[in-house]
T-cell receptor
Framework: DAGVTQSPTHLIKTRGQQVTLRCSPKSGHDTVSWYQQALGQGPQFIFQYYEEEERQRGNFPDRFSGHQFPNYSSELNVNALLLGDSALYLC???????????????FGEGSRLTVL | GQNIDQPTEMTATEGAIVQINCTYQTSGFNGLFWYQQHAGEAPTFLSYNVLDGLEEKGRFSSFLSRSKGYSYLLLKELQMKDSASYLCAVLSGNTGKLIFGQGTTLQVKP
């Protein structure tokens, strides 16, 4: 049973560039949440996708956008990269029932983005 | 506002017991999670408390007091591999949004 998979695991970009990160949720899960974790900090909620729509959003600018596909996989896009966007980007999957998350949230290994 | 506080760093000795505290003030509460995170890796689930009291799972136990906005993670019989960051996170609402503390880096020494 595959867990949450993310790609790429590491990448380096320069300021102003754009990046796309990908996440496949755990088998049977339909909800994907994205988190940003700066070095030495706890993860910060970016947004959540369910039924191919953004359901919740944290305090992140519009440069951060996402998408969920019919197979529940998701992408996180960041435009006009800044040095401060350097972080570990974590994807968490869960199962939604009647508008509520059921069970545990599972995290992927993350994508470490370095912006130079 | 949303605020979760936990100590930044702790040091303990192999074989000992350590308690990591977490206090929270959040606009919604649907449970509290503890995660372990080794450097460069993803957080892994340790425990989930939604009702007051103590939950025990092997060497790890977690306690919750909702009236006090307080939780702790208790690690017994510490091993070197327990050196990691421990994250306290509150489930805000019922839609799976987690609000994390900054994490407590635990160093276990021989």
């Amino acid at each position: 049973d595959a867990g949450v998979t993310q790609s790429p695991t590491h990448l380096i970009k320069t300021r102003g560039q754009q990046v796309t990160l990908r996440c496949s949720p755990k088998s049977g899960h339909d909800t994907v949440s994205w988190y940003q974790q700066a070095l030495g900090q706890g993860p910060q909620f970016i947004f959540q996708y369910y039924e191919e729509e953004e359901r919740q959003r944290g305090n992140f600018p519009d440069r951060f956008s996402g998408h969920q596909f019919p197979n529940y996989s998701s992408e996180l896009n960041v435009n006009a990269l800044l040095l401060g966007d350097s972080a570990l980007y974590l994807c968490a999957s869960s199962l939604m029932a009647s508008g509520e998350v059921t069970g545990e949230l599972f995290f992927g290994e993350g994508s470490r983005l370095t912006v130079l | 506002g949303q605020n979760i506080d936990q100590p930044t760093e702790m040091t303990a000795t192999e074989g000992a017991i350590v308690q990591i505290n977490c206090t929270y003030q959040t606009s919604g509460f649907n449970g509290l999670f503890w995660y372990q995170q080794h450097a460069g890796e993803a957080p892994t689930f340790l425990s989930y408390n939604v009702l007051d009291g103590l939950e025990e799972k092997g060497r790890f136990s977690s306690f919750l007091s909702r009236s006090k906005g307080y939780s702790y993670l208790l690690l017994k019989e510490l091993q070197m591999k327990d050196s990691a960051s421990y994250l306290c996170a509150v489930l805000s609402g019922n839609t799976g949004k987690l609000i994390f503390g900054q994490g407590t880096t635990l160093q276990v020494k021989p």
